[in-house]
């Protein structure tokens, strides 16, 4: 019986906006659930709330309501105190390794935190763990004397993702761990990343606005739009069969490296997303080429496409969830 | 007259529009670096062309030297570029001056930066108008008009200022500005970089119409191997600052010749490579003259790739840089 | 479990008091080759620290003696920088008010940078209302002339050397106050402060280990410089009468005592230790470059 090391329930958060008054509503009512040892990926793209998604599950923004489970502990109701030492059980590896690393510390000492934190161990014994731990993420270790702008992307993105098994969390967010690193290099990351999993049981959370990537790397996938999931499934379900309109049209926008896959290409409606300005119903309405009247009512309910693939359109019902896709667009009417 | 998708006939020196030939570059600090180590690929009309590397290959400086536009520490220090027939290496100031913005454009990575805060997107638009073209404000502000309109933009924007853009409509701004006197090139310097997926691809849409109606040409440089996949025409792969694989972008996934570019391939579709991740090699360590560069991560490294990689011709437009390249080799390593 | 030797060993000396001032040690050598005009800068400092501590066995005479009837000498064999017109050595005094002029700027600056430091990392963490009354007593500080500042609190209490450095040293509690006020909210958005809560971090670590490294370097070029107004500052104070008075040597006092002689043509009791506050300044200020430039921490070189 798989066990469950996160839980997340019915997570809000709102932020105050540029204007008195403002709301910025970053996440509208979340649930999801990672089994150990899994992956779950959450995609979306700029204002979707994916990231503030991983930042709320780390308690590193205050959710406004909601509740988060870890272990079947909810680390929402925590106390200060006791939430730092809870910190050892779950950690980050975050987008810009040159932006997450105190520049003013060596490597050594980054990855050693941790472990001066939330162990009792002494010096020496931190210190061949350190050695342990950069070679466990494939570096060697004279690197622990450099310092973070003397290493290359790729491999100070390692000296992240050693510091956050340092403590063999049992869950790691992942904050588009591979978004800033080159091509060649993300391939190797993501190996890495899957290695360890498979060795140390961690649940990861894997935020990233790239299909392309979550379809590799993830057990289970889930799109968010302002603030929303409105499908999750697993790649395959995703992939093959997506059923929420803006998934789709999210699918069919996704390059990917290979000339045959063509997809045709799905417009929404003109607008942009706006999370300021909430309108009632279902958040991707007034950009959904497939809207209804039904949709800007109610936020629609998840409704299971297979035991493991559920999306919230009410175009399910019917079977009418498919987006067409566009004609080629006409002359633009730019002269010499 | 506009080539086809598959680049297989040889060019001839009518259709090539830009021509970049063993350009090199160096910093120009006291024990001067070479950035750019012999760069060569050609452009032709009606095409799009991409120049993918990764950090440190010397894409990005490629694309602004072109324009004259090399920071104050880099210069060019041998070889030649020709548009159409001027050598821009040797042009005057005057004469570049005169092709920015008229017959060559660009777009770069963060449309806000090369936007003036200060003035209006239309006062921007007729701006690039009438110092190239001259004509009254209010042909200029017709044209600007239109522009807008074309790229997609509601007539509103023609009043609003950059900050009041988000991303994707500031970058088609930038199009639009670049595009408005009907230039024969267009180069774009990571256009797409930092937009949302679904932004990017009308941006991408919003470029291959207009290159299409006007049968300009696109310089795309970029990482993004899906652009390449589904957007460009031809792919010049960079690496450690020379180019080591040039030929169409379909022949470039169908049969990469070079290790890197199969590397870069393999990574790109999700598998991790044999290579050891050692990144490019610094500018102060190359010399190309005296051993391949990639041979110290190339998996296929033999002794002979020690000394200087001759430039193949494997098929009909189709170039690599290396001692080995693959279908050269498909016979001995079956 | 034992450690391997190699850079696990290193690590390990590095944690251990000898090997923190052995790396101090390496860090000068380094930042004196990376600077020149640093490096010239620190020179200054260092001689002028040397004379100021020992200046006492450097003085030919007495700095109070009174040379009666050779008042106003010029430099010859006997005086080498001349006397002033009270009849007392120009060189001895020079020298020994480098330790008054050190004394009371040092003192002022270590009080307002470790209050100032201390306030700054308050208003620039915690929000709310203790940063609001912090700002504007900052304000009122700022606001207020600094000699009748001077003038007022001499009026007021005794006067003496340590009125002078307090009024100094509140001169400049705002600067630094408004400085890592400044460093420390760019650097509470800074990802890696996120990281290092994400690790764990409780806020007297995080702000010990992570905020302040990185707000700190600003401010010690900034002492540097606030350390040359310091001493135009005593000058400007014995000017007027507040702090340090005759016979206590200092530059300030010096130059003051010295300038109506200026119109006879009588200049040296006025340039040297002119020369002495000047050349000092330069020194500051290019020590201050220096440690500018070479605490950018992408500039090192391991």
Known sequence: MPQTTLEVIDLVKQFPGPNRGDIVHALNGVSLRIEAGTTLGVVGESGSGKSTLGRCVLRLYEPTSGRVLLDSEDVTAMAEGRLRSHRARMQMVFQDPYASANPRMRIGEIVEEPLILHTVLDRPHRVARVIELLRQVGLQPEHALRHPHQLSGGQLQRVGIARAIATDPALIVLDEPTSSLDVSVRAEILALLRRLQSDLGTAYLFVSHDLDTVRATCDRVAVMYLGRIVESGTPNDLFRDPQHPYTQILLSATLAPRPDDRRPRLRARAGAADNLYLPPGCPFAPRCPLAREECTVDVPAFRQRTASHAAACVRMDDGTAAVAAIREPDNLGLTR | ?334 | ?302
């Not at chain 2, 199009?175 to 024969?184: D, E, F, R, T």
């Not at chain 2, 932004?199 to 390449?228: K, M, N, P, Y």
């Open chain 2, 1 to 334: 007259m506009v080539s086809n998708n598959t680049g297989t006939r040889s060019r001839t020196v009518t259709e090539t529009l830009l021509e970049v030939r063993e350009l090199r570059a160096h910093t120009t600090s006291a024990s001067p670096l070479e950035l750019l180590n012999g760069v060569s690929f050609s452009v032709a009309r009606g095409e799009i062309c991409g120049l993918i590397g990764e950090t440190g290959s010397g894409k990005s400086l490629t694309a602004w030297s072109v324009l004259g536009l090399l920071p104050r520490t880099v210069r060019v220090s041998a070889g030649s570029i020709r548009f159409d027939a001027i050598d821009l290496l040797r042009a005057d100031a005057a004469v570049l001056e005169k092709l920015r913005g008229n017959r060559v454009g660009m777009v770069v990575q963060n449309p806000q930066g090369s936007l003036d805060p200060m003035r209006s997107i239309g006062a921007q638009l007729a701006n690039m108008v009438r110092v190239h073209r001259g004509g009254s404000r209010h042909e200029a502000d017709e044209r600007a008009r239109s522009v807008l309109a074309a790229v997609g933009l509601p007539t509103r924007v023609f009043d609003s200022y950059p900050h009041q853009l988000s991303g994707g409509m500031a970058q088609r701004a930038v199009i639009a500005i670049s595009l408005i006197n009907g230039p024969q090139l267009l180069i774009a310097d990571e256009p797409t970089t930092g937009l949302d997926v679904t932004v990017q691809a009308e941006v991408l849409d919003l470029l291959r119409e207009a290159v299409r109606e006007t049968g300009t040409s696109v310089l795309l440089i970029t990482h993004d191997l899906g652009i390449v996949a589904h957007f460009c025409d031809r792919v010049a792969v960079m690496y450690a600052g020379k180019v080591v694989e040039e030929t169409a972008a379909r022949t470039l996934f169908d049969r990469p010749e070079h290790p890197y570019t199969r590397a870069l391939i393999a990574a790109a579709q999700g598998e991790a490579g044999q290579q050891r991740s050692l990144g490019v090699p610094a500018p102060a360590d190359r010399d190309w003259e005296s051993h391949c560069e990639y041979s110290s991560r190339c998996p296929f490294a033999a002794d002979i790739c020690q000394t200087r990689p001759p430039l193949d011709t494997i098929g009909p437009a189709h170039t690599v840089l290396c001692h080995r390249p693959w279908r050269a080799d498909a016979a001995d390593d079956a």
């Open chain 3, 1 to 302: 479990m034992l450690p391997p030797a190699g850079p696990a060993a290193e690590l390990l000396r590095s944690e251990n008091g000898l090997a923190a001032i052995g790396r101090a040690v390496r860090s000068v050598g380094e930042f004196l080759r990376s600077s020149r005009y640093g490096a010239i800068g620190l020179g200054i400092l260092a001689v002028y620290a040397v004379i100021a501590l020992f200046g006492s066995f450097l003085t030919p005479y007495s700095p109070t003696q009174i040379f009666g009837g050779h008042a106003l000498a010029p430099p010859g064999p006997i005086f080498k920088f001349g006397t002033d017109q009270n009849g007392m050595d120009i060189l001895s005094r020079t020298i020994a008010a480098a330790r008054v002029d050190m004394g009371v700027a040092t003192a002022s600056e270590a009080i307002s940078v470790v209050l100032g430091v201390g306030l700054g990392l308050l208003t620039g963490f915690r929000r709310g209302w203790i940063d609001l009354v912090i700002l504007r007593a900052m304000d009122v500080l700022q606001a207020f002339p600094v000699l009748v500042l001077a003038i007022a609190i001499v009026a007021a209490t005794q006067q003496s050397i340590s009125t002078a450095i307090f009024v100094i040293a509140f001169v400049d509690i705002p600067v630094y106050t408004r400085l890592i006020r400044g460093e420390v909210l760019l650097i509470r958005e800074s990802t890696y402060i996120m990281a290092a809560i994400a690790v764990g971090n409780p806020l007297p670590r995080l702000l010990a280990r992570h905020v302040l490294p990185n707000a700190v370097p600003p401010v010690v070029t900034q002492v540097a410089i606030r350390y040359a107004y310091a001493i135009k500052l005593i000058a400007a104070l014995a000017f007027v009468g507040v702090g340090i008075h005759v016979p206590t040597p200092e530059w300030g006092s010096m130059i003051r005592t010295g300038t109506p002689s200026i119109i006879s043509g009588l200049w040296w009791p006025t340039v040297f230790p002119g020369v002495a506050v000047g050349v000092l300044i330069l020194g500051l200020n290019l020590l201050a470059d220096g440690l500018q430039q070479y605490w950018d921490p992408k500039s090192h070189r391991d």
